[in-house]
């Protein structure tokens, strides 16, 4: 009797990790869908429509540093809704933060363009663009952490890891809207009104992850500290204060994974528009590469089970760096075969085996009472410097060199250094590691 009440406790902790993994990662695709809308749209659309200018490249510019504005309200968003998920609860603080990010993404499908309002229009998407980062800011640490929390100490590399499909499935929506719209609608009718399509569906996603996430309970862990009121703290203050080595250690790790996504999804089509290479095979080869990433991410998440999570992240970040210079000397040739190769090495393997471990690295690095504020500051900071300051200067340095590649291949050489050093003083946290410790990781 005592196996099957067993077999049946352990059945309903799996459909629970299940419905988890599953609201979170709905909530980051949101997110994830609107950080590809708005760079997808600022390299074809937005420079024209809301920064004109007589020069091209410094239209797509101006759009692509609105596109990083976002990312500077991205900490002071991670430290508000960090707050409010230890204090409070995580539950609360994601469905607030997937309401502010995807009412966001909507009303960019809703806004005049600078023909019609002249300067109010891109003072108006900044402070959308601002709006939405302080909602993500708090998003994504949230999302990993009830799954994390809920996931068995074995196994909660792989179920955290599925919070992470939410980014390649948020890149693939907007991407295939605008194939299929570039494929129907004329170039004009893509100006005109094609381009608000993709932000104005994304109210769907949106009401499918809110629904979802309000049928989920709070993360057992959070309640049991509400009941010892061991959240009567001051979480910020106090990773600040009692860990800030450990989140400079996070931060730098973050800073590779962070940077190439960004590089290879979105900066890389304002490097091909520059060097006028084939966009189609570019979003083509990105698109095979990123459903492959679906597929390797929950494998590269078992695998930091298996073998721990800093040797499956090391590997990616070395990748990453030893691929960048043939990664652009691929896309330079023009030859689709040989694009979509590079693609897969840097994407399907290169950036899964960062991005998977990250979902249960991060949580495990911190106390219960203050876990989602310590994941909100590396998660976000590292956003910032690695994935934020690219969107401000990666056109700028493109205008700089002439539209050649060293100047981006050394901005992800010196990110990718600074990684592996990070990662090298970081703690193992794996139960294969830490046995002992891991027992008892929801109690700390």
Same mark, same amino acid.
């Given at each position: ?8 406790q ?6 629970? +990790? ?9 909530? @980051?695709?949101?997110e994830?869908?609107?950080?590809f809308?708005?760079?997808t ?11 004109p200018?007589?020069?091209p ?6 759009? $692509?540093? @609105?596109? &990083? ?24 603080a994601?469905?607030? #933060?997937?309401l502010?990010?995807?009412?966001? @993404?909507?009303?960019?499908?809703l ?5 019609? +309002?002249?300067?109010?229009?891109p003072?108006? %998407?900044i402070?959308i663009?601002v709006?939405?980062?302080?909602g993500?800011?708090?998003?994504q640490?949230?999302?990993v952490?009830?799954? &994390?929390?809920?996931?068995?100490p ?12 939410? !980014?390649? #499935?948020?890149?693939?929506l ?8 570039? /494929?129907?609608?004329?170039? &004009?009718? /893509? ?9 104005l ?14 049928? +989920? ?11 010892t009121k061991?959240?009567e ?7 600040i204060?009692?860990?800030p080595?450990?989140v400079?250690?996070?931060?730098? !790790?973050?800073?590779?994974?962070a940077?190439?996504? !960004? ?6 089509l ?15 080869a990105?698109?095979v590469a990123?459903l =492959?990433?679906?597929?390797a ?5 078992a ?11 090391? @590997?990616?970040?070395?990748?990453q ?5 043939? $990664? $652009? ?9 040989l694009t979509?190769?590079?693609?897969i ?11 998977a471990?990250?979902?249960s690295?991060?949580p495990?690095?911190?106390?219960t009472h ?6 909100a %500051?590396?998660?976000? =900071? ?7 300051i ?16 060293y ?14 050093v990070?990662?090298? %003083?970081m703690?193992?946290? &794996?139960p294969?590691k ?5 027992q ?5």
């Open positions: 009797m005592a196996s099957i009440d067993n077999t049946v352990q059945e309903n902790n799996t459909s629970a +990790i299940r419905r988890v993994a599953t609201a979170s990662a709905i909530g @980051t695709a949101a994830y869908y609107d950080f809308a708005y760079g749209a600022a390299v074809l659309f937005f420079g024209h429509l809301f920064f200018s007589s020069d490249l410094i239209s797509t510019l101006a759009a $692509f540093a @609105t596109y &990083a504005v976002g990312f500077l309200a991205r900490p002071l968003g991670g430290i508000v809704f960090g707050h409010i998920g230890d204090k409070v609860g995580r539950k609360k994601l469905v607030i #933060t997937i502010i990010v995807g009412l966001g @993404t909507f009303c960019i499908g806004l005049p363009t600078y023909e019609k +309002i002249g300067l109010w229009a003072a108006l %998407l402070l663009r709006l939405q980062g302080f993500v800011g708090g998003e640490a949230g999302a952490l009830m799954t &994390a929390e809920y996931s068995e074995s196994r909660r590399g792989f179920y955290a890891s599925w919070v992470q499909i939410g !980014a390649p #499935t948020g890149f693939l907007p991407m295939a809207l605008f194939a299929v719209l570039n /494929m129907t609608l004329s170039d &004009a009718q /893509m100006m005109d009104y094609g381009w608000r399509i993709p932000f569906l994304s109210a769907v996603l949106v009401f499918v992850g809110l629904f979802i996430r309000l049928q +989920i309970d709070e993360s057992p862990v959070f309640a049991q500290i509400r009941e061991a959240a703290s001051r979480p910020v203050v106090e990773v204060r009692d860990y080595g450990l400079v250690k996070g931060v730098s !790790a973050k800073l590779i994974e940077c190439t996504f !960004a590089m290879f999804t979105v900066i890389v304002a490097y091909g528009k520059a060097n006028q290479l084939n966009a189609t095979w570019l979003m083509d990105m698109i990123v =492959l990433e679906i597929v991410i929950p494998m590269m998440g695998l930091s089970d298996r073998i721990g999570r800093k040797p499956v992240y090391i @590997t990616g970040a070395i990748i760096i030893l691929a960048i210079v043939p $990664f $652009f000397l691929a896309i330079n040739q023009d030859s689709f075969w979509q190769l590079a693609m090495l840097v994407i399907t393997f290169g950036h899964s085996m960062c991005y471990p990250q979902a690295w991060f495990e690095l911190f106390p203050i876990r989602c504020s310590g994941i %500051l590396i998660w976000q =900071l590292g956003s910032l410097i690695g994935s934020g690219l969107g401000l200067v990666a056109v700028k340095i493109l205008q700089a060199t002439g539209g050649h590649y100047g981006m291949a050394t901005y992800v050489i010196v990110l990718g250094v600074i990684s592996l990070g990662l090298a %003083l703690p193992e946290t &794996a294969l830490r046995k002992a410790e891991y008892q990781w929801g109690e700390k």
